[in-house]
């Protein structure tokens, strides 16, 4: 079995072309603020990989879905850390169809049919905040949601048709209603969005993560979507962090697999140092197809989200371990004289970067496997 066929093999059976396409491409002209990488995702149909075919879309499941992202990243380390965060976003729409009844479904076509590509501005980590709690704010008017704050860094913030936003719905005494937790889905040409620069680093330059400020954005209320209150996971969120994990480490794997790649194809080192590049990250993509088999057998919960976790975690370890042992085997004067091997090595390491960090995740994890509920920082 050569290296990466099964990956790409479902790559080219979903996104028909797309991998003869990106690897026409120098590689570095990928990674650029100028990269084609997201136009070529869009037209080879990738914003329907994960909507079900009753809705025109793809219908890939978790374990086909982590196989793609792993191709994708071994191509692009932008576009793949780029198009989880759109398919990120699909999944949390298409589990609310699944739950309800309303425009989601109309919603999850017209992405199909349409090539629609969606930002995520859902929480996420910051600075002495926790990761579920909202990074906007909501008002109700008659007119429907009047939405300010911002996002950043927020990928996709030039291309992106929709953005998905996790708000804090202000209390209205005059309604009588409570402060609420709700989903918002606001197309990308509304009044009031602006983008301004931010992301400064040339390392994953391609993915689009400027920032997205909001300024009394009108929203509808059928594009809102409201719960109780944030701070706790209900079933929608769950899932979707589960999803966003088995994407995100699928596509750093892709990454780390395009350093060992190239260390394989050189023939560089003893063959027990080229074997164990396979070792480290086959053996950790191993574990994460586990995850998405009990994902298709409708196992998604928290238990799950907490195994999620820890095969994250022990991917992050793996990827460093390659990559490490990726560059020592190709020597010095391919790291002289190729820019590739220095930004794969350092883009591979994003994966400690994403929500939540394994430090943070160190104390509820160690309770989550003494019998406690998980709990997220």
């Not at 729409?93 to 992405?111: K, M, Y």
């Not at 931010?198 to 330059?205: P, Q, S």
């Amino acid at each position: 079995m050569e290296f990466l066929t099964p990956e790409r093999a479902t790559c080219n059976e979903f996104i028909p072309g797309l991998d003869r396409s990106l690897q026409a491409i120098p590689f570095m002209e990928l990674e650029s603020p100028r990269s084609e990488a997201i136009r070529l995702f869009r037209e080879a149909g990738g914003p329907g990989l994960l909507i079900p075919r009753q809705y025109a879309g793809g219908g890939a499941t978790p374990l086909q879905a982590a196989r793609i992202q792993r191709a994708i990243g071994s191509r692009s380390p932008s576009l793949a850390v780029a198009t989880t965060m759109h398919q990120f976003s699909v999944v949390t729409f298409v589990e609310l169809a699944r739950q309800r009844s309303g425009p989601e479904t109309f919603l999850l076509e017209a992405i199909a049919r349409q090539h629609l590509l969606m930002a995520s501005g859902f929480a996420e980590g910051r600075s002495g905040t926790g990761i579920l709690d909202a990074t906007m704010q909501a008002k109700r008017t008659p007119a429907g949601f009047v939405v300010n704050g911002r996002k950043k860094p927020c990928s996709l913030s030039r291309s992106m048709d929709l953005l998905t936003a996790s708000v804090m719905v202000e209390p209205d005494p005059a309604a009588n209603t409570d402060a609420a937790f709700a989903v918002l889905l606001i197309p990308a040409k509304s009044d009031g969005i602006e983008r301004q620069p931010f992301w400064k680093n040339h390392i994953l330059g391609g993915a689009e993560s400027d920032e997205v400020i909001l300024t009394n954005v009108t929203v509808p209320e059928q594009l809102a979507w409201v719960t109780e209150r944030s701070g706790e996971m209900d079933p929608i969120q769950i899932c979707g962090f589960i999803w966003f994990e088995l994407l995100i480490t699928a596509s750093y794997l892709g990454i780390a697999s395009a350093l060992a790649e190239r260390a394989i194809a050189a023939q560089r080192g003893h063959h027990a140092d080229r074997s164990l590049l396979g070792i480290e990250l086959d053996g950790a993509m191993t574990a994460l197809e586990g995850v998405a088999c009990h994902m298709m057998a409708g196992q998604i919960g928290a238990d799950l989200l907490g195994r999620m976790l820890l095969v994250r975690y022990a991917a992050e370890r793996a990827i460093e371990r390659a990559t490490d042992l990726a560059v020592a085997l190709l020597g010095g004067i391919a790291f002289i004289q190729s820019a590739e091997v220095s930004y794969l090595l350092a883009a591979s390491r994003g994966l400690s970067f994403h929500p939540p960090s394994r430090g943070s995740m160190s104390e509820a994890l160690a309770a989550h496997l003494a019998g406690e509920a998980l709990r997220l920082p």
